[in-house]
């Protein structure tokens, strides 16, 4: 059984900072990309950024240069620093992991976790 579980939302005014974690638990052979996702209210589920276990990364043009995700393999452990948030931002944001299950596994299954709201005043 696999676990994604997020924390360090909040709400914080416009210009503010916040970083959010996110930690894969339970039984697996390896991740192969992690990533932040967020969806507001009446909007569809958006990638915010990604980061593959190879070390590259990926953004949403809306968060590009105010967001860095950051990513610890032996840990199994992701982080967002977000900067300079803006209203905009404020949103439900999940964490996504692709799990290979054991050695023998040919593809990788997703999990979500259930998710941390940030909220960000004017």
């Known amino acids: 059984q696999v676990q994604v579980a997020e924390s360090g939302g909040g709400l914080v005014q416009a210009g503010g900072s916040l970083t959010l974690s996110c930690t894969v638990s339970?039984?697996?052979?390896?991740?192969?990309?992690m990533g932040w996702h967020r969806q507001a209210p009446g909007n569809a589920r958006e990638m915010v950024a990604t980061?593959?276990?190879?070390?590259?990364?990926n953004y949403s043009d809306s968060v590009k240069g105010r967001f860095t995700i950051s990513r610890d393999n032996a840990k199994n452990t992701l982080s967002l620093q977000m900067n300079n948030l803006k209203p905009e931002d404020t949103a439900l944001y999940y964490c996504h992991a692709w799990v290979v299950p054991n050695a023998r596994a040919s593809f990788p299954k997703g999990y979500w976790g259930q998710g941390t709201q940030v909220t960000v005043s004017a």
């Open positions: 339970g039984s697996f052979s390896s991740i192969t990309v």
């Open positions: 980061h593959h276990s190879s070390g590259s990364t």
